[in-house]
């Protein structure tokens, strides 16, 4: 019977797989991207939301396993090799959303042998490229139970630069000022890490919990202490999120804040406030609940959804309004729902990361602790 679960399993996520691959065919080779719903006003959309979640995931959890090399908590071990493998799927995760959303990807070498130094994309793509890099070079050491202090240090400091870098590109444009690079720069860094601490509750969790390994007392003591620093993180998320509400929703006069104002009827604003902040957040404080392992899951798992909701929602409310000379002839807001090819790319790419993670997980001891 188990050996049945696990084969369907992999069936399961060898077929998102394979969807990705037949999206990919049919946007990149095929007929292009008129199979999103992308538009001259709608330039970013469901790929692009997807590869922000992921890729500041990623990041976060490179700030979760320097816990204990770089700050010397050792009580974390136990989770350091998961968590820098996770970072490892959940980051083949984001490429495949990235490339999925650009247009002619075989010609990286452009990127490799033209590079231009004063584009933001440049840096953001070399530091992506750097932190995979670094990332293989420090899982390699960990699974020869070593740890590198220096290398572990240069990852924290390479994924804090890609996080707020990435803040930093989408608040370039003068134009839409709901994408404020001064306040995408903290956002960015403070939500992966709360990503990042769900995914290794909920990752972690799952695994004693399918692998039948009963949890030991350090190991529930950690998951309790874990629980705790995600109820905190969550808590300042919130303060952060009603923040930009209060300033950019209710009291921005600037037009340019029209599109976030729009926003804030939607569902996907409102997916990410309730179900991906409030009601998490009330799980955690009731101790009966943070102290079970189905409260942490869940907790983690509502928080996951309502921060990719939150993403998209971020996405689209620079781009909801038309401005400038394409506004000429448009609504004053273009409306937006993703097509199943988009929603086949965030498939694709969670099938990438879980299957991703599922080789690790059964073949290189994840577990286990770094000497």
Known sequence: MKAIKIQLWYGLLLLGILLGLITAYRVLIGTGFVLYAKTDILVWTMPIAAYVFFSLTSSGLAFVSSIPVVFGIKRYQPIEKRTAFLEIAVLFAAFTCLLLHLGSPQ???????????????????????????????????????????GLGVFTLIVAIATSTALGWLFGLPDARPVFSANFLAMYFPLTGFGSALAAVLLFSLAYHHFAKVPLSGGDRNLYEDLGKLFGFVMALTLVFFLWRTIVGGTSATAVEFGGFRH?????????????????????????????????????????????????????????????????????????????????????????????????????????????
Not at 108 to 137: C, D, E, H, K, T
Not at 285 to 295: H, L, Q, S
Not at 312 to 317: A, K, Y
Request: no cysteine; net charge positive.
């Open 107 to 149: 010609k990286v070498y452009y990127y490799l042998f033209s590079p231009n130094l004063a584009s933001p994309l440049w840096w953001l793509g070399m530091l992506y490229g750097l932190y995979l890099i670094v990332l293989l070079l420090s899982f390699r050491k960990m699974h020869k139970a070593q740890v590198s202090k």
């Open 263 to 371: 926003m804030l009827s939607s569902g996907w604003y409102h997916l990410a406030l309730w179900v991906g902040l409030v009601i998490p957040i009330l799980m955690i404080t009731m101790p009966a609940v943070r102290n079970a392992t189905w409260g942490k899951i869940t907790a983690a798992a509502l928080f996951l959804v309502g921060m990719f909701a939150g993403r998209l929602e971020m996405v689209l409310s620079g781009l909801v309004m038309p401005t400038g000379p394409k506004a000429e002839g448009q609504p004053p807001f273009v409306s937006y729902w993703p097509t199943i090819w988009e929603v086949l790319v965030f498939v694709s790419a969670l099938a990438v990361l879980l299957f991703v993670y599922t080789l690790g997980e059964r073949n290189l001891k994840l577990s286990e602790a770094p000497e």
